[in-house]
Every structure is written in C-alpha cells, then in structure tokens.
C-alpha cells in the first residue's frame, strides 16, 4: 500500500517537468533505481555489539531504491536535480551465546523516503553522450522503528530492534555522484553511473537483548547509514505539444 501511494505521489510531478523553463533550458522528468551496495569505504558497514558471552553483529546488505527524479535545466551546463525515492535497506544478523553455544541468524528490512536535491554539472562530449557529476543533500524520513524475534532451539530468545527516535524521524546525507548519460529525442535519455552517500546522523539505534529463561544481557548501539549505489536514470523524451485548439497568430 506504500508502494502505492508513493507511486501516485510522484506522477504528478511529470505534468510540470517535460518543457522548456524561462531559461530557455530543457527541463526533465523520468525515473530511476539504485543498488545499495555495501561497503566501508565512507562508513562502517557492520557494528559489533557483545556483553558477557551474548555478541550480535548487524551488517547492511545489498538492498535498492527507486522513485521518480526532475531534473530543472538553469544552463546548457547546470541543472538542478530533486525527485522522491522509496528506500528498502536489508540488514543481515548474527548472534550467539557462548555459555550455551547457541548461534542464530536473521534479516531486517528498515524502510525510508529519501527526497535528494543536487545541483548538476553536464559536460558535452559527443552529439549524444554526456558526462555529469553532482553535489547535494537528501532528506531522510523514517517513518517507523523495526524489528524481529528468534527463537533457536525454542528455548532462548534473542530481541533485535531497530529503534527511531519520534524527534529524529528526519535526518540529512551529503550525496555526490558521477555519471555517463547518452540523449536522444525520439527515446529519451539514459543514464548509468554511481552515488556515495555519508550519512550526517545514525539511520537508527540498534537494540538487542537475548533471554533465557530469568536471565537476560542487552547492548544497544548506533548503525551507520552510508552506502555506495548503483545508479540507473531514465528521462521521458521531450515532446512538444501538437494540435492545439487554439494555435498562437497574430490578433486580427
């Protein structure tokens, strides 16, 4: 039903996109798709939690994005770029308890919307391909906190949760990309390239608690929420109306 939703939320941004601004610049709209793709490279991909013999470790997986994107011609060479993306992150978890030799395994999917607004470099390079580069911020909305339970062997209980604050529901990333596009007018406008994102507060705060019977052990810890992507763009061709009621002339 989200998906849904946010599929009729981003529609109508395509009746304002597909023209010409007061700039005289070709202005966009289109859709796109990203691969998370883990990495410590900008960030701690994993975080390791133990107290006493309990240890958990909550490490991001590939996970996607996708959304609509309006890209707002300023200049042949800048442009600036917004759209509204619904963001799917998986984390895989391992945990144990070592006084029972107990190990255990799990997935949690945490859900966000991500709105990005970068200001674009395009360089020409042929009639058709270009290059661009981009730098700007995304806000972050986290609409709920997550979790699961497992229960090994029926007997110990092991709590994980993904805990967001209700005054840090809304959170920003610094996002820079670079990428290759190849334009034509009759099929639009392709794009291939990859994004980085630092996250500038933590995505949520881990809570893991595992039970036994009386006794319980609980660690808590912040997750990081930087990643590297993939990224796909498609830009709808631009088409300019045709058989108007009322075509423009002279007033007689």
Known sequence: MRKFIF???????????????KFGVQNYFGFQTRMIIPSNAIGPNSLTLTKE????????????????VVR???????????????????YGISMSETDSAITAYGNMKFIQYDIPVSAVINVKLTKEFYANASLGLALQSKPSSVGIITNPQGKHEFLHQGVVDIHKKISFDLISSVGFEY????????????????????VFLLVA?????????????????????????????????????FKPGPIE
């Open 7 to 21: 599929i009729l939320f981003i529609l109508p941004l395509s009746l304002s996109a597909q023209k010409e601004n």
């Open 53 to 68: 013999s309990f240890t958990t470790t909550i490490q991001q997986q590939v996970g996607y994005t996708f959304g609509g």
């Open 72 to 90: 707002l011609g300023l200049s042949e060479l800048i442009s600036i770029e917004t759209g509204l993306n619904y963001v799917q992150r998986i």
């Open 183 to 202: 334009r034509t007018k009759k099929s639009g406008v392709f794009y291939i390239g990859g994004s980085a994102r630092v996250a500038m507060s933590p």
């Open 209 to 245: 608690k595992h039970r036994y019977v009386n006794d319980s052990q609980v660690v808590f810890g912040n997750v990081n929420g930087s990643y590297l992507s993939v990224d796909l763009k498609y830009f709808l061709p631009y088409k300019r109306a045709r058989n108007l009621i």
